[in-house]
């Protein structure tokens, strides 16, 4: 190094040092102005938002979805830990959570499938034709009599492999989410989707005896603000320490 970019790095060094309480002012403005600006940042989600629209696969899709359905649904599985599903247990958590799932904002009702709701039927081919029924009678009762008869009724209906496990340990509730919300005529929140998911679905029938599971483009979508949260406060907590560690 030269002794005229010497003398000139001691300059720009005594000019710091000399205004270093300024200096550390203004960084510290322009982090103050950078968190303001990050608060200021919506995260919007939509399901349409992840797919190639303009592929002409999707241009069908989009062509016969109001027949057909959406293909952004959300899938609650439960899963007798031991043994096979035909419990009083596991029934009566099976009916509670497809009311709550047909009650959240966002969820098509008209779409909301499992062996309590009036769309999954069974048909059976008789003497005099045929007859058809829901799964679960009206007046079923979880007795073993009533679990046998729900048993009949499933493999009438068909739906083993689709909406019961194939050892008959689970069964699944499955409902199509709107992309917007009808009570309020705004965007789908995800993010409340998710949060209700976990809180009114996961959280009071998850057991011992029972496993809860979801799966869906809103629950990714939650999840992903949950991790996104934490490593957040990580940040935060490590800026904390490393400050503290500079000071000291």
Known sequence: MTDIETTRTHR??????????WIVGLFALITLLMIYSMTQLKIETGFKKQLPLDHEYMQTFLQYEKEFGGANRILVALVAQEGD???TEFFESLEDISDQVFFIPG?????VRSIFTPNVRCLEVVEDGSEAGNVIDADFQPT????AKVRENILKANIVGRLIANDFSGAIISAQLLEVNPETGENLNYFEVARLLDEQVREP???DEISVHIIGF????????????RVGVFFILTIL????????
């Open 218 to 229: 809103a629950k990714v979508v939650g999840d992903i603000k949950d991790g996104a949260t």
């Open 144 to 147: 073993a009599e009533g679990l």
């Open 107 to 111: 969820v098509d009702r008209a779409s």
């Open 85 to 87: 599903m035909f419990t």
């Open 241 to 248: 320490i490393t400050a503290i560690l500079v000071y000291i």
């Open 12 to 21: 720009i060094a005594d000019f710091l040092i000399r205004h270093r309480a």
């Open 205 to 207: 029938f998850q057991s």
